[in-house]
């Protein structure tokens, strides 16, 4: 079974900051989802990478893949309030494997 | 993209009733999916609902604990059934244009067994 686990699990940053979320995976997989949920709504799809190498942006948040490696990032630039949530990844295969989620705390 | 209308929102049960939650969809979809999000975790796949036949469902989820209707390419149910309080959990309903392709998911319906 794919596992994917994301790190960290918990985080707190200052607005302003910089800051990334890893996701690793398991096993070969050349489609990634970035997901976003807000305490007690559903899930939000942010972006999504389908090859080696796929870089996208949105605001302050940037996901990229790395196949080989079996990893992707999501990089935060100068985080603000709104962006506090919980983000996961999830790898497309048989089917979505989710990762452990970060949940993300931006403080004033 | 798929809007989602799931209900109930939210819900507190007695132990040993069942709860029956339902997904519609404003557009014709091959595959609907249910996923269950236990308190502060990840979300676990419990079924693929397939139109017109039975659903297939994960290790660890079997049909007499949670039944699934879907009756056409739009509309789904989901029942717990004899719930426990270890049944308190998030259950979101989403649905794909195709394999792999991006999950969209309705709002989720929070149930709390006491």
């Known amino acids: 079974e794919l596992k994917v686990e994301q790190n960290p699990l918990f985080l707190s940053m200052q607005e302003g900051k910089n800051y990334t979320i890893y996701c690793n995976y398991s096993?070969?997989?050349?489609?990634l989802y970035w997901y976003r949920q807000d305490p007690g709504k559903s899930l939000e799809s942010l972006f999504v990478l389908l090859s080696n190498g796929a870089v996208k942006q949105e605001g302050r948040l940037m996901a990229s893949l790395d196949t080989k490696a079996r990893l992707s990032t999501l990089h935060i630039t100068a985080a603000v309030h709104d962006l506090s949530a919980t983000y996961f990844c999830?790898?497309?295969?048989?089917?979505?494997?989710f990762g452990t989620g970060t949940s993300l705390t931006v403080i004033p | 993209s798929a809007v989602i209308s799931q209900k109930p929102s939210r819900d507190i049960c007695q132990r040993g009733t069942s709860l029956t939650i339902q997904c519609q969809v404003d557009?014709?979809?091959?595959?609907m999916f249910w996923y269950r999000q236990q308190p502060g975790q990840s979300l676990t796949l419990i079924a693929t609902?397939?139109?017109?036949?039975?659903?297939?469902?994960e290790s660890g989820f079997v049909i007499d604990k949670f039944p699934i209707s879907r009756p056409n390419l739009t509309f789904s149910t989901l029942t717990v059934s004899n719930m426990s309080p270890e049944d308190s959990s998030i259950y979101l309903c989403?649905?794909?244009?195709?394999?792999?392709?991006?999950?969209?998911f309705g709002s989720g319906t929070q149930l709390s067994v006491l």
């Open positions: 999830a790898v497309a295969g048989y089917q979505f494997y």
């Open positions: 096993t070969t997989s050349d489609r």
């Open positions: 989403s649905v794909g244009t195709g394999p792999r392709e991006k999950l969209f």
């Open positions: 557009s014709q979809v091959t595959m």
């Open positions: 609902a397939n139109q017109g036949s039975e659903a297939t469902y």
